[in-house]
């Protein structure tokens, strides 16, 4: 079952549920929105248009679109100009949450990480590994 919430865009109560976050009226306005961009775009000379462009013919904000390529509605692949931002940077990518560059630097980060714990790890050992046995001369008669 689902919870009760508001709306995230007209602010009214309704049962949220696993397909929908939004309620009933906003979810047909979307359906609505998404067949505007939809029929907008499948025509083969728009295929190539970008966000710019779509938002401008069809009206519907981009991060409705957004949404739409988000939930797999609309497919990047057929549609090479479109996809939505980094969540990093906000360069414009078609798969995952990261572009390339951000990707790049955030596996570096991680293993620098990485070896400065294997480092730190390692000195430890070592630490342990020290061993100095002391005596006094008076009791080695």
């Not at 572009?99 to 630097?105: A, D, G, K, V």
Request: charged fraction near 30%; glycine fraction near 4%; include cysteine.
């Amino acid at each position: 079952m689902g919870e009760i919430i508001n709306c995230p865009t007209c602010n009214n109560i309704f049962m949220k549920n696993a397909f929908r976050d939004v309620c009933e009226a906003c979810f047909r306005e979307e359906e609505r929105q998404y067949d505007l961009v939809y029929n907008f775009i499948r025509k083969r000379e728009n295929r190539t248009a970008t966000m710019l462009q779509v938002t401008k013919a069809t009206g519907v904000p981009e991060t409705l679109i957004y949404k739409f390529i988000k939930h797999k509605r609309l497919q990047v692949s057929q549609f090479p100009n479109l996809g939505y931002p980094c969540d990093q940077c906000g360069e414009l990518i078609q798969k995952g949450k990261l572009c390339e560059t951000c990707q790049t630097s955030f596996n570096q980060q991680v293993n620098k990480l990485k070896e400065a714990e294997n480092r730190k790890a390692e000195d430890l050992k070592n630490q342990q590994m020290r061993t100095y046995h002391t005596f006094d001369n008076k009791d080695r008669k």
